[in-house]
């Protein structure tokens, strides 16, 4: 009997006290290859909007598309390990859905865009849901749901990574991850630019490993399944692990700043991108972040630059009338500051022609005058000579800006944020080898390192 393509996702697994969505959906998807399910594409890892308040870490979900012989079984046997493997009761409130057919109604693929820059409702999830024919299980709140919809209607088609994540051996983790600090410096370079934040250059700091208790080791990011793998044998890691996966994913491509957003109307939580002029000039807060107000035709709203980023410094030499663009995350306001834009990446487009204006030279001597009080004129301190009509005079100002992208430092970045090494290495599609689901990986993925 043929298979049945069958796409299962699920989120909100994990709560701040444990568990790991990743490594469920690791663990799931073994589950289902060691019981003949055929991999239609590599397990997918997708980041949603990164501004929802109630995420517990990165807005990670999971989809994983697979071909089997008897749904109904599989579906069982998700919705048991999705109830058994996670932490309800003490902050999750997972969401497992499924979609049987080869091909993703365009509403969950409108309602998956939508879940990347915008904050939707469980009610919205049950409705696409339902209307496209998903069977799914709550478990708590079951906000769960959005990020499984939300998850399975991204095909990424289009610009997409990969990540390796090498898991934890149950009895290790909480102990000390030996990762050897030359040996990630080695392989970043040797990898650059197809492998990207390993390694935070100006902090000197080992980015794959995570330093909490969960069951990731380490997670590798790059362009190809390969080169992301091939972080195994040159990191030459000591510890045995439970085994490792490499997913598919849209970290590093900006995908939640993809629409352009209008002041008029923004909304709080929400993600994308503003093209505005700077209005007020720049402002150090304590802490050394850097605000300051934008203006989009005719609206005006303060923008935010925090020092973690590395920005601020360019921020900070931004003058009234420069173009920019800004990929932003909206703030809430509350009773002491109105919304605020939180820049996530700076472009700047134009630089304005900056004046200081200072008192004119004295034609005499070539002093500097004095002013003699508002419309009285100016007159020269040492020779006394004295113009009664003179006015301040315009002198250009150097700026010590440049055109171009500013991103954050490494250490900085949000899941979703694309590194400056990825820009011009956008994917603009998802080759398809033959058979019949169009945007599937075709062919078993090696995915498990089992
Ligand atoms: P981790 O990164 O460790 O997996 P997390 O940050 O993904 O954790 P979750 O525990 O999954 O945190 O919580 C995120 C919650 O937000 C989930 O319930 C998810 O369904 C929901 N969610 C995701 N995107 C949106 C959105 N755009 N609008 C509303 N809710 C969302």
């Excluded at 069958?6 to 663990?27: M, P, Q, Y």
């Excluded at 820059?117 to 999830?125: E, P, T, W």
């Excluded at 003058?319 to 605020?340: Q, S």
């Amino acid at each position: 009997m043929a298979g049945v393509p069958l796409h299962i996702a699920f989120d909100d697994t994990d709560s701040r006290l444990g568990r790991c969505t990743t490594h469920l959906a690791f663990k799931v998807a073994r589950q289902l290859k060691e019981s003949g399910a055929r991999l239609l594409d590599y397990p997918l890892l997708i980041r949603l909007n990164p501004n929802v308040p109630w995420k517990t870490r990165g807005n990670g979900a999971v989809c994983i598309r697979v071909s089997v012989k008897d749904p109904d079984k599989v579906m069982d046997f998700v919705t048991d390990a999705v109830e058994q493997g996670s932490a309800i009761g003490s902050g999750a409130n997972p969401g497992v859905a499924f979609f049987q057919g080869s091909e993703i109604p365009d509403a969950l693929q409108q309602f998956s865009s939508a879940a990347m820059c915008d904050v939707l409702s469980r009610k919205m999830a049950q409705k696409v849901a339902e209307s496209c024919g998903i069977r799914y299980h709550t478990f708590g709140n079951g906000q769960g749901l959005v990020g499984s919809v939300g998850a399975m209607g991204c095909l990424l088609k289009a610009d997409h990574t990969f990540e390796l994540i090498a898991y934890r051996k149950q009895e290790n983790c909480g102990s000390l991850r030996q990762v050897d600090e030359g040996r990630v410096i080695d392989f970043s370079k040797k990898t650059f630019p197809y492998t990207f934040n390993n390694y935070d250059q100006n902090h000197r700091r080992v980015l794959i490993a995570p330093h909490g208790p969960d069951p990731v080791f380490i997670g590798v990011r790059g362009e190809s399944p390969e080169i992301v793998s091939s972080c195994l044998p040159m990191l030459e890691i000591v510890e045995e692990l439970e085994g490792w996966t490499v997913f598919r994913s849209n970290q590093g491509t900006n995908m939640h700043l993809l629409n352009e957003l209008d002041l008029r109307c923004i909304k709080a939580y929400t993600a994308g991108f503003v093209r505005c002029r700077v209005k007020s000039a720049p402002y150090a807060m304590q802490g050394g972040h850097v605000l300051f107000t934008v203006e989009q035709q005719g609206s005006e709203m303060p923008a935010a630059v925090y020092e973690p980023t590395g920005l601020a410094n360019v921020a900070a030499s931004l003058e009234p009338g420069d173009l920019i663009e800004i990929g932003v995350g909206v703030r809430k306001g509350t009773t002491r500051h109105p919304k605020i834009l939180n820049i996530e990446y700076l472009n700047v487009l134009e630089i304005a022609s900056c004046y200081n204006l200072l008192n004119p030279v004295c034609k005499e001597c070539g002093k500097r005058m004095k002013s003699e009080g508002k419309n009285k004129g100016y007159q020269c301190d040492r020779c006394k000579h004295r113009e009664p009509n003179a006015q301040k005079i315009q002198v250009p100002k150097q700026r010590n800006l440049k055109t171009g992208l500013y991103v954050p430092t490494p250490k900085a970045h949000r899941h979703l944020t694309k590194p400056m090494q990825r820009y011009g290495l956008e994917k603009s599609d998802w080759k398809i080898a033959g058979g019949g689901f169009s945007g599937y990986y075709p062919i078993e993925p090696p995915i498990c390192g089992l």
